[in-house]
């Protein structure tokens, strides 16, 4: 539905502020990773302008040539991955045997669940890095691996729970009926229906992924295999010397595609919320 | 037969749901219950530095912290935190998820833009903050100094005066929420049946009036979910602070999970951290039993 | 003949016995063959990445894990050329991670909680609280003291515990800790900073040229280095020599109302929002007269602006009614945990470091000072002859400064638990930022901040650990 002129004028007097507010962080770590160390600790400059030996690449080029941030965003990337495979896999039977089978104790359940969500990581490193030592882990990807699915799916279950109570019961019966066993209907009928609300959970233990950092700090300290929050900490604070211009850029390269993918999928992300999280 | 058999048993709904309950229930309850358990343990005990053991101390932890100064303003803070910052991002997130339903022009760019801290993890998003709202090189304070707004040789440091510093905490919480709950109130909107909008307006509500009593009593129980996302994120969560303020200037932006930390990690006296940790998890606990069946029975009527 | 073979073959049948093992546990916990694949493929995508030492297999491997140096080329240099000639030495695998400063006490504690770890740990403060879960380093300290002589005080009284007569870490070096101040503010008005009240009377005069004196009172390391060291300066001390606490004192309240009179005439409010970075990036832009922090300023001014790196000069920490006492910057500590896999080569190691210290005193550009004095010779003569320094004997005074003014955290006592749990929640800048702010008196603020630091030392007391 086309909007009128007026509603119009309005829609881009409330949104616009609020992109302008939301995005100028990045506007200024893009303008701040383009300046020179003389140009920007110089407070005479105009800090939206250029001084001396700016604009410059030099910051991306010290990322990408003197530190291994590609390394550590490819790991990020892994972890996150597979992170998801594993919570989907766990999460997307338990969600479906709460919602279908298990009846009255199954809300209490998916509730206890959501609520392992509130157990705070601050201290639970120490006692879990214990776990990754004794499996041999320590030091490496896989000891994320093994302990993100444990906020992750707690939550992919508790949404996939309500999302697939908003599936017609009908569609299963019909399938059921024809002669399919319980877990053909759960692969052949439910999942495909189910696959905004599927979405959702990979774009949100996603985003969960990679915004862990005490984990990520507590049990890799080897170059190799450190994720790119905790990489950048190591290589672009030094001390008392902070890394600015690096460190911005290292910030607004994996959050644009991130961005740009959210973007893409939200439709989709929406919908899977509406279907699932409150039901 | 033996085959047959176990097909059967697949479709008995008693063998069935506990199968498929059987490893998320396994992982979690190994990856987090015992990893609690014993950090309740340790709440009462005096253990120090690292080691998973200790002399037992009863409520010792807890009665101390709950005399210690710093933990009131620390407990304090973090309900400051949440409170504000949550009740800036639901009437933001209500009022933008509102526009942007509508079909406009440039309309994927701008969604771009508002997802983009959502997109960012939060340890470097934040470090971004930290710069701009650096002591000397603040973008704010030089943009504010050639407004003529503040005073050129005085201008306010907002992480060194305890209410500016609590503002910016709040203010990077609430940017970092924002798009989330914007996402999740479209959502709700998206979930309003078309017949409810084709009612309303017959029934000649429109604009404001139709906002009110019409689609924000709709999107009231995913609001609450998207409130209470947002109250997990601000009370559990550590970067924020500990990269802005690390609880100064003297602990005035002190709050749990960081004081938990700088206690049980960085001082070294593990039990009394494990007891601020854990002072946090019953009220939260509480508050997301009755905001989820708050959510449910609101939709139910 | 047979006998030789096998002896080659040991080690590799050992990593496939550790393999075999791990996939087994794996297997038990229900995690599934995924993880042991992918951990399979991230060892051969690490070992690609780095370029690992080639050669002939090395017998053993010894694990470090230590901060990012300030000078990146100080870690290129311990990486790849000082640990590897070691390792040729030793027929070892030195490996050496590294991580940022802010991130030590959590790996320190996930180590300790999994007893797993690195062989050497390295910290940036004393890490007495930890004292139960290393060895007694005592070994290391008598072999570098038989071929150097006496180990200096500052780094005795910052590892060593009398009460349980245990060396809970070895230090193999600190930082001394100047005045870095701009020689051309300070020469306009015609005053040195050598004493603190000098800095007081030029303060308001360089404030009003927009170039106010930078002390930090934030929650941050340089903050609570420098407010100790000015209270020792009035006479204000933490603990007495027997490690009892005394900050209610005369000394102590003589500080905080020089500090707050400085606060009020010298300084600007930026002093509460500082990060460790501030003052190096307020003084590199011209701004401050004055700051108190290791080398890092002067040395990051080199190489982004040379000509203001020029007027900064060094200066002794400035001298107070109770004379010139100043900290260390940070003291440098190894552990090695009682779990560590390879501790005779871990001992070997800090022995050998510390004996020759002149390649880690040159590659950190000065910053690392040895814990025993002795281990470079002519210290003085190196640091007249900076390379990059205007005018080249501007170091020299950090000789003078290690030598003469730098003493441990908690001096007179030694630094301890309760000194330890005290100084990382940052009491000292909150007491000093509660007052200059006005929200405490100096009597009520060291009689409060008296009685909490009275608290943690009795728990660490009550522990047989003051």
């Known amino acids: 539905m086309p909007l009128r002129r007026r509603d119009k004028l309005i829609t881009y007097l409330v949104v616009g502020p609020f992109a302008i507010v939301l995005a100028f962080p990045f506007y200024w770590m893009l303008q701040t990773s383009l300046k020179s160390e003389l140009d920007l600790y110089n407070t005479e400059n105009n800090p939206f302008g250029w001084g001396e030996g700016s604009p410059t690449l030099d910051n991306y080029r010290f990322l990408f040539s003197d530190t291994q941030y590609v390394h550590w965003l490819l790991n990020t990337v892994l972890v996150g991955l597979v992170v998801v495979a594993i919570t989907l896999a766990v999460a997307l039977p338990a969600g479906y045997a709460l919602a279908r089978l298990s009846g009255r104790w199954g809300q209490s359940m998916g509730v206890g669940l959501f609520l392992v969500y509130l157990v705070p990581p601050t201290l639970l490193f120490l006692p879990l890095s214990r776990v990754v030592a004794e499996l041999g882990l320590q030091d490496r990807l896989a000891s994320l691996i093994l302990v993100y699915p444990g906020f992750t799916i707690p939550f992919a279950t508790w949404l996939l729970m309500g999302f697939f109570k908003s599936i017609p019961r009908e569609l299963e019966d019909a399938a059921l009926v024809d002669g399919a066993s319980r877990l053909r209907t759960l692969v052949w009928i439910v999942f495909p229906i189910s696959l905004p609300g599927i979405l959702t959970v990979i774009i949100f233990t996603f985003s969960l992924c990679v915004n862990e950092f005490v984990y990520a700090i507590a049990f890799i300290t080897h170059s190799d295999s450190k994720v790119v929050s905790t990489g950048i900490y190591t290589e672009l604070i030094r001390g008392d010397v902070f890394y600015w211009g690096a460190l911005m850029a290292a910030t607004l390269i994996p959050s644009i595609p991130l961005a740009l993918l959210y973007n893409t999928f939200l439709d989709r992300f929406i919908a899977g919320f509406t279907g699932g999280a409150f039901r | 037969m033996p085959r047959r058999r176990r097909r059967d048993l697949l479709e008995q709904r008693r063998f069935l749901a506990p199968a498929l309950i059987a490893p998320a229930v396994i992982f979690v309850a190994l990856l987090v219950g015992a990893p609690l358990a014993l950090s309740v343990y340790l709440s009462f005990t005096n253990a120090t530095a690292g080691s998973l053991t200790g002399d037992f101390v009863g409520f010792q932890n807890y009665a101390d912290q709950w005399s210690d100064p710093n933990f009131r303003t620390a407990f304090r803070n973090t309900i400051v935190f949440t409170l504000v910052a949550n009740a800036i991002v639901v009437v933001g997130a209500a009022f933008l998820s509102h526009f942007l339903v509508r079909e406009f022009r440039g309309k994927w760019f701008l969604r771009f833009l508002i997802l983009l801290p959502w997109a960012a993890p939060v340890a470097l998003s934040t470090i971004g903050f930290l710069w701009i709202f650096d002591s000397l090189f603040s973008v704010v304070n030089w943009t504010l100094i050639h407004l003529s707004l503040v005073d050129q040789f005085n201008p306010p440091q907002w992480l060194g005066e305890p209410n500016k510093a609590l503002a910016a905490i709040i203010t990077v919480h609430a940017w970092r929420l924002l798009p989330f709950a914007t996402v999740i109130m479209i959502a709700g909107l998206a979930s309003i049946p078309k017949e409810v909008d084709d009612a309303a307006k017959v029934d000649g509500a429109t604009g404001l009036k139709k906002l009110f009593f019409v689609t924000l009593p709709l999107q009231l129980p995913i609001a609450t979910i998207a409130v209470l996302f947002g109250i997990v994120f601000t009370a559990t969560d550590m970067a924020v602070v500990y990269i802005l303020t690390r609880g100064g200037p003297f602990n005035s932006t002190q709050m749990l999970p960081m004081w938990a930390f700088q206690t049980g990690i960085q001082a070294g006296a593990l039990g009394p951290g494990a007891a601020i940790a854990l002072f946090l998890l019953p009220v939260l606990a509480l508050v997301t039993v009755l905001m989820l069946l708050f959510a449910r029975r609101v939709e139910v009527t | 003949m047979a006998d030789s ?430 007052v200059a702010q006005g929200k405490r008196t100096p009597d009520d603020a060291a009689r409060t901040y008296d009685g909490q630091i009275r608290e943690i030392f009795q728990k660490w007391r009550d522990l047989g650990k003051i």
């Open chain 3, 5 to 434: 073979s096998k002896h080659t073959d040991r080690p590799e049948q050992d990593v496939a016995g550790e393999r075999t093992t791990r996939r087994k546990i794996l297997e038990k916990a229900g995690v599934g063959t995924l993880l042991v694949v992918y951990g399979g493929a991230a060892t051969k995508t690490a070992a690609a990445g780095v370029p690992k030492y080639r050669g002939k297999e090395l017998k053993e491997t010894l694990r470090i894990v230590q901060w990012s140096h300030f000078v990146p080329a100080y870690d290129k240099w311990f990486d790849n050329v000082y640990t590897k000639r070691w390792g040729q030495a030793n027929d070892t695998e030195v490996l050496v991670d590294h991580i940022n400063v802010s991130d030590i006490p959590a790996r320190a504690a996930a180590e300790v909680a999994a007893q797993s770890g690195h062989d050497l740990f390295f910290f940036l403060s004393p890490p007495a609280a930890y004292e139960d879960q290393v060895i007694d380093h005592k070994e290391i300290v008598q072999a570098v003291t038989r071929k150097r002589g006496k180990m200096g005080q500052l780094a005795f009284r910052s590892t060593y515990n009398p009460r349980t007569k245990k060396y809970f870490a070895f230090s193999d070096n600190y930082v001394p800790d100047p005045a870095n101040y701009r020689a051309d503010l300070w020469g306009e008005i015609g005053i040195k900073p050598t004493t603190w009240d000098n800095v007081l009377k030029a303060a308001p005069k360089l404030k009003a040229m927009n170039n106010p004196v930078g002390i930090g009172m934030s929650n941050e390391l340089d903050s609570n280095m420098a407010l100790m060291a000015l209270m020792m300066c009035f006479g204000g001390f933490i603990q007495n020599d027997k490690n009892r606490v005394v900050l209610n004192s005369k000394g102590t309240r003589e500080a905080l109302k020089f500090a707050k009179a400085l606060y009020e005439q010298g300084m600007s409010n930026e002093i509460f929002a500082w990060t460790p970075a501030s003052n190096n990036q307020a003084m590199v832009a011209g701004r401050l007269s004055l700051a108190m922090n290791a080398i890092s300023i002067t040395r990051t001014a080199e190489l982004v602006n040379p000509d203001l790196a020029a007027k900064i000069q060094l200066l002794p920490i400035p001298a107070g009614p109770n004379g010139r006492l100043g900290l260390e910057h940070v003291m440098g500590c190894y552990v090695i945990w009682k779990f560590a896999k390879n501790k005779r080569l871990a001992k070997k190691f800090l022995a050998d470091l510390e004996t020759k210290y002149i390649g880690a005193f040159e590659n950190s550009k000065f910053y690392n000072f040895p814990s025993w004095p002795n281990s470079v010779s002519n210290i003085t003569r190196r640091l007249e002859r900076d390379p990059v320094a205007k005018p080249a004997a501007k170091y020299k005074v950090l000789g003078e400064i290690a030598a003469k003014y730098t003493k441990n955290v908690g001096y007179p006592g030694t630094s301890n638990a309760g000194i330890d749990e005290m100084f990382n929640k940052f009491l000292i800048p909150q007491m000093f930022a509660e």
